[in-house]
């Protein structure tokens, strides 16, 4: 099977709608059976404040403490939260305790309602000032993880001859993978992927979409003299498998809903239903140029959603892709 398949670990789900500490186990098993099943990757999203859930490179260490083959990824970290020098010890940790697999996913990250402000201004990072945040805390932290010691003079960050260790297992330090959009229409964000980026993510795209978001990306690396087919094509979508699509709809909308506050992106999600037509979405993101397809469930029955993405999606993509 050519395409890679993924799943969203529910790190965000664990805490929704209690104030009691969460067991981490039913995480831990989830990642077990991904890997058990032989999809290629486990990923957990990020929030400090705006939307809260476990912290993502400290879950990634205790996943990888119970799986030996599968990549550890974010979808999508906020590295513009963070500093450039811990954010890298931090990940080099990881993909050395992991032995090489740490991939993260990458977004600028929102600030579209009042807790999305609040998380920026909760560590001192003006929401304004994001954008230009988060490239240079990627660069950063891409060369100190690589074993490179830095020199940098930015907007936001000034290292001098500043190393950390370890560096990671991987020679080109951690790779990560630059959320675009279609739907959000800067080019910036292109370009920024294909300079910075060992691939792509996106998440609200339909597939026609995407396909223009694959060759935008792939054109910039061209353009800056990079191999079109280097970066690592992904894109994450957000299911719910029941054969009642009304009940699937319902409970899809309702997490959601508490998950983010609000449905933000409607149809964009999904689709939400049968399982074969969950597949049928799949190949059409593959078709329009995804290698890594992740998929989160918009359930609160979270392991029952797994099995059946497992015994119901994965043999007929092993068959058809």
Known sequence: MNLKLGILLPTRGLV???DEPPSIEPLLAMAESAEQAGLDSVWVGDSLTAKPRLEPLTT???IAMRTRRVRLGTAVMLPALRHPVSLAQMAATVDTVSGGRLILGAGVGGAFNDAQQREWLNVGVKP???ASRFEEVLEITNRLTSGESVTFEGKHFTLDDVSVRPRTLQPDG???????HWRAGRERQFQRA???GAGFMSISDYPDEYARVVDRVRGYTAEYGGDPEAPEATYYMTVNLREDEAS???EADTFLRQYYGANIWGDRWGPFGNPQRVAERISQYSEAGAQTVIVRFASFEQ???LDTFL???VPVLAQDI
């Open 16 to 18: 929704m709608g209690s």
């Open 60 to 62: 990634l260490s205790a």
């Open 128 to 130: 304004s000032r994001r």
């Open 174 to 180: 951690v790779p990560f993978l630059v959320a675009c």
């Open 194 to 196: 294909a300079k910075l």
């Open 248 to 250: 699937a709809g319902k």
């Open 303 to 305: 392991e029952r959603q």
């Open 311 to 313: 015994s119901e999606i």
